[in-house]
């Protein structure tokens, strides 16, 4: 039975992903982070670290998977990302002393970590007093599916639990739930089917040619963007509890 390879699976590059590292960004912006050492930990390939950078951050991207992060390593050594620093690091034993970093962001990792909770207080040890830390979760243990067998889910969120998790790690927590009503459509009708598939199909994607043809049209830009434009609507109904996904944000307390 086929699961999700972390960087290297159309999720990772496709309007969907596009879309929500869009969402991560809009909202660091709008708590207007300064543009210091930022933190973004599980990286993957680097899509979201790079885009930090050319807006002015200098970004440390650890990640526990040496291959994902070789995938983005010849693009930061190309200038494209010149304020990205690849690092190999655990999420649960950050390689960071206190305080080090003014912001950070971890994309749909908590649910894949056993010790999620000592993740976000790891997160939250290696921020300074009144840094930030902004990312996403899949919102709802009642829409678990084949998706989350696919892509190695442990759990999912609902908005109180995740404002448990970030005031336990002495964190002020701000969750919203977003995803609805196009992007819910998209997962139920397309996504979640494109992964079911996956999930029962032995081999490589390219001996497969529903999935072959999926994983490319991922990598066409035009398309992408476009699609990805359409999900802009779905912030008119961030809020509404049927969203395929939490957005967080948590202020570290300053000391008084």
């Known amino acids: 039975m086929g699961q999700a390879i972390w960087g290297a699976d159309p999720e990772f590059f496709g309007p969907r992903h596009a879309h929500r590292e869009g969402r991560i960004i809009r909202r660091l912006r709008q708590r207007g982070i300064p543009q210091g050492l930022h933190l973004e930990c599980a990286a993957g390939v ?5 885009t930090l950078a ?12 040496l ?7 010849p693009l930061v050594g190309a200038g494209v990302g010149g304020g990205v620093l690849p690092l190999v690091a655990d999420i649960i034993a950050l390689p960071f002393v206190d305080e080090t970093f003014s912001s950070a ?3 749909e ?3 894949h970590v056993p010790g999620h909770e000592e993740a976000v207080a790891e997160l939250a040890r290696v921020l300074t007093p009144g840094g930030w830390l902004v990312g996403t979760v899949p919102a709802g243990p009642q829409q678990w599916s084949d998706w989350d067998e696919w892509a190695g889910h442990l759990r999912r969120y609902t908005a109180a639990e995740m404002r448990g998790i970030l005031a336990r790690a002495g964190l002020e927590p701000e969750v919203d739930i977003w995803g609805w009503p196009l992007l819910r459509l ?9 992964n079911r598939r996956r999930l029962h199909h032995d081999g490589a994607v390219g001996n497969d040619p529903t999935l072959s043809t999926v994983s490319a049209l991922g990598r066409k830009r035009r398309l992408v963007a476009l699609v990805r434009s359409l999900f802009g609507f ?3 109904f961030d809020g ?3 969203g395929v996904g939490l957005l967080f944000v948590g202020r570290k307390k300053r000391v008084p």
């Open 46 to 50: 680097g899509s979201l670290s790079i």
């Open 54 to 65: 050319r807006k002015g951050h200098t970004v440390v991207a650890a990640d526990l998977s």
């Open 67 to 73: 291959k994902s992060l070789q995938v983005f390593a």
């Open 105 to 107: 962001s971890s994309a």
């Open 109 to 111: 990792t908590l649910e």
């Open 186 to 194: 998209y997962d139920d009708f397309f996504l979640k089917r494109v």
């Open 234 to 236: 779905d912030r008119l």
């Open 240 to 242: 509404v509890p049927w």
